[in-house]
């Protein structure tokens, strides 16, 4: 696998995100989910899956990963420029994109503007399973205990604040 950083201008700042490619074909752009876990490591073995038959881009999203993080106030219109500058900085005409979570929606509003511009198929996986389950590693019952908690009244107060 082939780890590299491509820098990214907005509002002002230089953005450091990096991105791995693997494989060899059609190209296959891989966009993890976006919360405050994920990363593009984390669908590294469905890239490792595909590099068989295609050239895998995972590419984290700018704030997420493992570079700095700069204050700014995300919106949007930052990921969607975010993807477009991906596209056309790496130079990718994706045969299929598959995009996580909420980045699925950025990649329908890319695909919506220039039609074929993420490839003739876009996989969309909408998930979200928050970062306590993710954390707890498989404890439920943990995870059971708390969301019932949240439902008694100062108790519930005290986790939400």
């Known amino acids: 696998m082939k780890t590299d950083l491509m820098t990214w201008h907005w509002k002002g700042k230089a953005i450091r995100v990096g991105f791995d490619r693997r494989g060899e074909g059609p190209t296959l752009l891989l966009l993890p989910a976006l919360s405050s876990i994920s990363t593009r490591r984390e669908i590294h073995p469905l890239q490792e899956r595909f590099a068989s038959a295609f050239a895998t881009v995972a590419i984290d999203w700018p704030g997420f990963g493992d570079q700095p993080r700069p204050a ?3 919106d949007p219109i930052a990921y969607t420029s975010f993807l477009r500058h991906v596209l ?3 130079s990718l005409r994706p ?4 995009a996580a979570g909420h980045a699925a929606s950025f990649a329908l509003s890319i695909a919506a503007d220039a ?3 993420l490839g003739s198929l876009c996989l969309i996986a909408p998930i979200w399973r928050g970062p306590l389950p993710t954390v707890m590693d498989g404890r439920r019952k943990v995870g059971k205990w708390i969301a019932r ?3 008694i009244a100062v108790l519930g107060h005290l986790l939400y604040a």
């Open 72 to 74: 700014i106030d995300w």
């Open 88 to 90: 056309t900085q790496l």
């Open 95 to 98: 045969f299929a994109t598959v």
């Open 115 to 117: 039609p074929g511009s």
């Open 149 to 151: 908690a949240g439902d």
